[in-house]
């Protein structure tokens, strides 16, 4: 019989319930859940297409001990021996666990027990460093504690909301569509998008403001001012309820509307709109993300938001109020349990005696970490300087994901000893582990992860676990035990973990904290096993609490709020050498490195390589075209080669590349090997969205697009990125003519059996070369060769794999890169939730469907998750506008 589960999905978070129904033939599918309360059953493209993410390719299925295969017991004893070894010849502060917002919060609160409680560091950081510690930290500064206020149903009544670093269109789509579903229900609401970029986002918008990099803390901080200036402040709430606004307001009052134009890069008249809507609203609500937290001035950037909601009393009630959107699906719960290096469980404070002495009694831990541990760019530093000789990596790939990459591989590469726990053998950060060890993923692991607006749901498997994969909890307790520390850590289930924590959150706590989740402490299997969502706080006894500080009760310890006076930085200079600004962040249909969006042709198809988006006047002016390989590259020498996308989107002197391209999918993409390790200085986070580079056109002699029912074998191009398609592969390369010919490298590559059929053409003059290799009807691999960008109708091309080609005249098209007139092709794909391509959508537009409305009724486009509807609409506009010529 068919089984259904619900669970969570696995990406941003927004925490989106997920149905997963195994049929009786081992095939899964997914559907949203209509009844989480994240969600109410819409999902986005990605979390669409989980089910074509579950293959075992590459996957970890046995411990490894140096490349070789080990037993669990050999694995976690050498783990424990050497963890230990290393502890006792240089302290304990000599040895570091880096993981991750991907791990469930049962995974993070072993992690964090064993390293704080156990062997007596706070050397554990996360990639959640990289993504929420600038809101942790403006958090914790202005309330006393690391609470994010308000619900998703704030977004439902708000009257103004406020989208500021934050591509939501893309990054939290199911979200947006609430906004989106909201406005239309209500189209008074106004939107305010603040982004360098004109994304995706900006569809909704009533105003976009083009803010200057990290100009963000002068627009807040003028704005902040504006609200003192024009009689907004709510004098009952500020003086009842906060401190320090008058040296707050001392330090905006430096800045006047020249400064503010000067420091946003905006028009005097832009900055007046935004802060007359804010200013006569009520009901706002302030959603910021990646663009506010990866910043090193991220920190003020928060609280310069934070400033402007206290002053107005805009907090706690409903539809008002900051809002943090999470990036990670289980950063908050990382942050629950202690998982950043400078805290300590259930919220409280490493650098308090009294909270240090509580969590060391709940744990009756023989020790307990007493001072901040390594933050995640000093940890690499220190791995790098030897200070750390054994470092156990989770479910994360610094080698990519982190600033200075390169120098992080180095540091790794040199380092004495090196645990990775992954579900990846390939990833380019377990390439260099000298243990690693095979987990669990998503829908085989067990546990709980909290969304953006402090919602706890459950991950529940539905599938068995591969080979010999391990929960990274089991792992993590397994080597505790060896370490000597049994009893701490003889948990016999998720379900007893959790219990744990939720004790831990109820203890000696009395109101004193805002984590409380102590309802759930005596939990058993079947209660965690039944667990419904619910928002904490959730004391004991009581019901969950959807908003806070609406009674002006903060954490301070007077109980009051606090406004953090705060200096916008002075403007970048420019580089006559590197004049552009480079932006990182991610794309509408990958997430992170890939290791699981990667394995979807579906999602593959909308951006298959990696590229550069910078604008067309910038490009005319160093001769860069729109598709030309460009090289992009930073001060310390090091360079990414991607492809120019040219779009007005992009401000002139900056450019924007995708972070999702390794080691593993692209010869030279991963680009935060340009980003340089500047921090910011209370918060720790990198600054991954401001770095200077160059950018020039690359020429190659060659240029190349593959198809193939296999993955080549030898790559020697300065330029390749491969993506998953349906019945093999897709690849771009550029360089170099291979030494033996492009026949020849094909057999090579490819391993091709004699019986295959090779047939082409090859033009020297042109530099033109077509090889397509058969075997019987099925097409093996398609190679077009030109001496610049391929013109190859690509998404038709990679479609020729899985069908069958009897007719000859099949293989012509083929050769033509190309179907013949009045023959599908689909074009570049628009749509990923139904496949439906440009040339669908242009077709429709010219036929009547005039309206993304009437597209979706023709095509299917934009009706699911609706990420695409933005591109829709554009594609309308410009097809309009050809037929009126």
């Not at 989106?16 to 819409?42: L, Q």
């Not at 990182?584 to 990667?598: A, K, P, S």
């Not at 986070?685 to 770095?691: C, E, G, I, M, V």
């Not at 020849?744 to 090779?758: C, H, K, M, Q, Y």
Request: hydrophobic share 40%.
């Amino acid at each position: 019989m068919p089984t259904e589960t619900r669970t969570t999905c696995p990406y941003c978070g927004v925490g989106c319930g997920v149905i997963a129904r195994v049929g009786d033939d081992g095939k899964v599918s997914v559907k949203g859940d209509p009844d989480h309360p994240a969600n109410f059953g819409r999902l986005c493209s990605k979390g669409s297409a989980l089910a074509e993410t579950l293959d075992l390719e590459g996957r970890v299925l046995y411990p490894q001990v140096d490349g070789a295969r080990a037993s669990w017991d050999d694995a976690l004893d050498l783990v424990a021996q050497r963890f230990s070894q290393t502890i006792a010849a240089h302290g304990p502060d000599s040895v570091a666990f880096y993981v991750s917002g991907q791990l469930l919060t049962e995974d993070y609160y072993v992690a964090n027990k064993l390293m704080k409680g156990f062997i007596g560091s706070a050397n554990i950081d996360t990639n959640s460093r990289l993504c929420m510690a600038s809101s942790v930290a403006g958090h914790r500064r202005a309330f006393g504690a690391d609470t994010v206020p308000g619900c998703y149903e704030d977004l439902d009544e708000a009257e103004l909301v406020v989208l500021t670093g934050s591509n939501m269109a893309w990054c939290h789509p199911v979200l947006y569509q609430r906004i989106v579903a909201a406005k239309a229900a209500r189209p008074a609401m106004k939107i305010v998008v603040i982004d360098p970029r004109r994304t995706a986002t900006c569809d909704i918008a009533d105003l976009h403001l083009p803010v200057r990099a990290d100009g963000d803390v002068a627009l807040f901080t003028g704005l902040f001012h504006h609200l003192a200036d024009t009689g907004r402040v709510d004098e009952d709430f500020v003086g009842a309820h906060t401190s320090g606004f008058s040296e707050a307001l001392m330090a905006a009052a430096r800045l006047n509307m020249a400064d503010l134009s000067e420091a946003t890069g905006l028009t005097g008249m832009a900055l007046r709109q935004f802060f007359r809507l804010f200013g006569e609203t009520e009901k706002v609500v302030t959603c910021y993300s990646q663009g506010v937290n990866q910043s090193a001035v991220g920190t003020d950037k928060v609280n310069a938001i934070l400033n402007c909601h206290l002053a107005t009393g805009r907090i706690g009630r409903p539809g008002m109020g900051p809002f943090s959107l999470t990036g990670q699906p289980n950063a908050m719960g990382g942050r629950e349990v202690g998982g950043l290096a400078n805290m300590l469980a259930a919220h409280m404070e490493i650098g308090s005696a009294a909270d240090c002495d509580t969590v060391q009694r709940f744990w009756n831990a023989p020790v307990i970490a007493r001072a901040p541990g390594l933050k995640a760019v000093e940890m690499f530093e220190a791995v790098a300087d030897g200070r750390i000789k054994a470092i156990w990596i989770m479910s994360t790939n610094p080698v990519v994901s982190m600033p200075d990459a390169d120098a992080v591989r180095a540091a790794l590469k040199a380092c004495p000893f090196v645990v990775v726990s992954d579900i990846q053998a390939e990833t380019d950060t377990a390439r260099l582990a000298h243990v690693l060890l095979p987990a669990t993923g998503w829908g085989e692991k067990s546990g709980t992860v909290t969304n953006s607006e402090r919602r706890i749901s459950r991950q529940r498997p539905f599938l068995s676990a591969p080979g010999a994969a391990r929960p990274d909890w089991w792992q993590m307790a397994e080597v505790g035990k060896r370490m000597g520390f049994a009893s701490a850590f003889d948990f016999a289930s998720p379900a007893a973990i959790f219990a744990e924590h939720a004790a831990l959150s109820a203890f000696e706590n009395e109101g004193k904290r805002d984590f409380d989740i102590g309802h759930h402490a005596g939990i058993d299997e079947a209660g965690y096993e039944g667990l419904i969502p619910f928002q904490w706080p959730q004391p004991t006894g009581a019901s969950p609490r959807k908003r806070f500080f609406a009674d002006g009760r903060f954490y301070h310890t007077d109980g009051k709020a606090r406004f953090v006076p705060v200096t916008p930085p002075a403007p970048a200079a420019r580089d006559a050498e590197f004049p552009f600004t480079l932006n990182t962040g991610r794309v509408r249909d990958h997430w992170h490195t890939m290791t699981r969006t990667g394995k979807s042709a579906r999602l593959s198809a909308h951006m298959a390589e990696p590229s550069c988006e910078m604008n067309p006047l910038d490009a005319q002016a160093l001769g860069i075209a729109d598709a030309d390989l460009v090289r992009v590259a930073a001060p310390s020498g090091r360079a990414v080669i991607v492809r120019a996308l040219l779009t007005d989107r992009q401000a002139q002197g900056a450019v924007f590349v995708p972070m999702h391209w390794t080691g593993e999918t692209a010869a030279a993409a991963r680009v935060d090997t340009l980003v340089p390790g500047r921090v910011d200085p209370i918060s720790g986070q990198p600054a991954l969205k401001l770095a200077a580079v160059s950018v020039a056109r690359y020429a190659a002699s060659a240029h190349g697009f593959l198809v193939s029912s296999s993955m080549p074998s030898s790559l020697p191009f300065d330029y390749w990125a491969i993506a998953r398609a349906d019945g093999g592969y897709r690849l771009e390369l550029a360089g170099d003519v291979p030494g033996q010919g492009w026949e020849a490298w094909l057999r090579e590559s490819l391993a091709l059996a004699g019986g295959v059929e090779i047939s082409g053409y090859a033009d020297a003059e042109s530099g033109d070369h077509r090889l397509l290799v058969f075997e019987g009807d099925r097409l093996v691999a398609a190679l077009f060769i030109a001496r610049g960008p391929v013109a190859v109708s690509r998404q038709w091309a990679v479609e020729q794999l899985t069908v069958s080609h009897t007719d000859p005249s099949s293989r012509f098209m083929l050769i033509a890169g190309r179907p013949a007139p009045g023959r599908p092709d689909k074009g570049a794909i628009v749509c990923s939730c139904f496949s439906v391509g440009i040339n669908e959508i242009a077709c429709a537009v010219r036929g009547g469907c005039w309206s993304v409305e009437k597209i979706g009724e023709s095509l299917n486009a934009g009706t699911n998750c609706g990420s695409c509807r933005p591109e829709i609409r554009r594609i309308i506009d410009a097809t309009q506008v050809l037929a009126a010529e």
